[in-house]
Nanobody, 120 residues
């Protein structure tokens, strides 16, 4: 069974920084992609950034230049460094991964989410 566990969310003032971490664990044969989505109040869940194969990119236009995604294959982990945070970055951030487990079909997995609140 595969699990994704996020950490690093919290309350931060505008202009501040946070670093989110997502760790995949379980009977993992291969990880094809890992990324971050967020759901802000009153909005649909959106893709923020993702690493697919060896390429990591930010997708949401509003975070380009402020957020950076990176991964550490040896730890089955992906990180989201968020700088110059704004009130509109507030939301629940979810880790998503495309994983093949031992004896299982390739499938998408979600973490439980971590709350990020940007407020003075």
């Amino acid at each position: 069974q595969v699990q994704l566990v996020e950490s690093g969310g919290g309350l931060v003032q505008p202009g501040g920084s946070l670093r989110l971490t997502c760790v995949a664990s379980g009977n993992i044969l291969a990880i094809y992609a890992m990324g971050w989505y967020r759901q802000s109040p009153g909005k649909q869940r959106e893709l923020v950034a993702a690493c697919t194969g060896g390429i990591c990119t930010t997708s949401a236009a509003s975070v380009k230049g402020r957020f950076t995604i990176s991964k550490e294959n040896a730890k089955n982990s992906v990180y989201l460094q968020m700088n110059i945070l704004r009130a509109e970055d507030t939301g629940v951030y979810y880790c998503n991964a495309d994983i093949r487990g031992f004896g299982a079909a390739r499938s998408g997995y979600w973490g439980q989410g971590t709350q990020v609140t940007v407020s003075s």
